[in-house]
């Protein structure tokens, strides 16, 4: 079953103006616990399609399926609450809240979401744990290393295990030991508890870890190989 | 969490939020101290006026009103105060013998007017008692006592027990003299009764003058009373004087008191503008500079109402840290003042010539404090609304991008 699908997507940038044709009629179908990668070099309309999949932006033309909703379809509000619900975000920067904790942070979208107290506190320590930053509970992200950070983004993406995680480049600010360590403990929270990752790179030891590489070629599919 | 978030961001830029506090004080501040000033500049002194020498309603003979003639009495005037005394609305009135004259001693002669008064009732109409310096109220002298204001006795050269000689025309035309002793001196910050009034028995005046009844019906009214609505029901029941308000009989009060209010409102007004137009600009910078996170927040699923939330939150708690000092600076201020006066005889030549003291005591209302504290967090968080506004209106994915 597949938990996004994305129909003929094309987005045009400055339909007006100049206008820059992002993507071009782009059809992808991700099924629930792959590790996908959308790769190809910069300016290819990797960060486009992530938004339109997580519902972030909409599309010139096309259609968007999450589960069973059309999320082309929602409204402003509606999407907010959608995305709460059901997406998890991991960006390249500027991710976390800098006057929480570190456990504030991972806690944030499960608090949003209302749950209880008892709960949020053992996800939060649990996933911290698990992303071995769990002294780290305590402090504030400016007092934590990049992939540091980074790690608490995806804690907090996947606390509330929403359907899947999207991350835009989230290895792009990092050196390469930060970078293989983000990568292993997504690879890990995939598999242990089987979460949907879609992840844009143009990183060849990022690509190298992904299962599903989908190849994006001036906002066109040039290729989808699973491994 | 919210509100976490929100305390926790005013910590985040001190120098920001001390510039937005730093405004709610010195607005609360500069608020309490105006009112308080101007109250004490013109009620103070419009209360001075009316409660010791205007009183809120006088009557006369209309003809009397024109022309000073000793002639025009009100007919009655004992019936009449009598009647107005049980009506409700009244607290006390008193009726008084007039004469314009001379007073001389063996130094200066100056012109007064002379007061016949009735003391007991005049004490619960003008509480003239109450500012006596030195001396006594009509007592210690045995034969025409006279009581004179401080500003005319240093004028006279005279104290306590010196004699005075009053001279005035009588109700046939007849010039007058009398010799009368100072029994006590008076002292005001109203002109009329420093220099300009003359107090003797009523019954003195009377004999000497040759007149029964008296010019002048004073009343006082119990405080908050309407007193148009007294004199309208005066005037029914005697249609053959003339009775008015203190606003008819002192327009010049009236006005003051008019101006004092519209100065008070562009005061007001003009503080609440620089204090939205402040914050607005700070919180609105603060809004910029967080652009990302706050477009990470609703990325990933923050409420775009709880966005608005947070940032008038911040504004407001500013605000609630903020009254507290700006009221306690206020009342800091009030209280020294208050115990020692400003002294504006530096200013006072211009302003004694219109009857004010030199000394000014501010004073503010308790309420007032609770009105100013709570017009001016509103301020607060009027101008916070456009920058949440802003806040909210942003895009997540353009907010993101921005780098
Ligand atoms: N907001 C925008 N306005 C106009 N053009 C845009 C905007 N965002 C992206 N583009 C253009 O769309 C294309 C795809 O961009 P993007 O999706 O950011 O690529 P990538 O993430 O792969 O680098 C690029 O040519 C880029 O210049
Ligand atoms: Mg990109």
Redesign the pocket.
Known sequence: MSVIKAENIN?V??EKTIP?H??NDVNIEIAKGEFTAIV??????????L?ILGGLDNPSSGKVIVGDTEITKLSDAELIDYRLKHIGFVFQAYNLIPVLTTMENVEFIMLLQKRPKVERDARAMQLLEEMGIGDKANQRPSQLSGGQQQRVAVARALASKPEFVLA??PTANLDSTSTSALLDIMAKMNEEEGATFVF?T?DQRVIDKARRVIT?ED?KVISDERR | MLIKIAWRNIWRSRGRSLVVLGSIVVGIWALVAAVGFMNGFIVGYMADSINHDISNIQIHNPEFKKDKEVNYIITDAETKIDKIQTWPGVKAATSRVLVNGMIASPKKAAGVQIRGIKPKEEAKVTQLDSLIGDGAYFEGIKRNPILIGKKLAEKLGVKVKSKVVLTFTDSHQNLTSAAFRVAGIIESSSLNLNEGYAFVLHSDLTRLLGVQDAHEIAILTDPQVDESIIVTKYQSEYPGDLAETWREIAPELALIQEMYSSMLYVLITIVMIALVFGILNTMLMAVLERFKELGMLMAVGMARIKVFGMVLLETIFIGILGAPIGLLLGWLTMFYYTQVGIDLSAYSEGLESFGYSSILYPYIENSTYWTIAIAVIITAFVGAVYPAWKAVKLKP??AL?KI
């Open positions: 987005k940038y400055n820059v992002a993507l190809g070099p910069s300016g290819c309309g990797k960060t486009t399609l938004n835009d480049e844009s143009h994006l906002g | 994915v353009e991008h």
